[in-house]
């Protein structure tokens, strides 16, 4: 039972990671950032624009990385289900013996 409860954490774990809203902050910071390099570089169209497509540049940004975490966890869950798989079988032997 020690082993399922483990198998528990770890997925909670990987899901609550793949939730992350730290995402969506880096994406702000990013653009932010790179609007600043281009007005202190004296790039005025470019930070015009950088300006103004703000909010659509940093939801992008802030999709994909959702999407590479999501992908990752997804990869990090199915590895975690490939090794739980036979523990979790000899459990579910042992409760049938048990009941």
Known sequence: MAQLQN???????????????WIADDAKNATTNVSTLLADAGDKASSQLMTSHAGVIEKAVSALGQAIISNESAKELQTLANAAKDPIAKIADMIKQVT
């Open 7 to 21: 198998y528990a954490q770890q997925i909670a774990a990987i899901t609550s990671g793949a939730n992350a809203t």
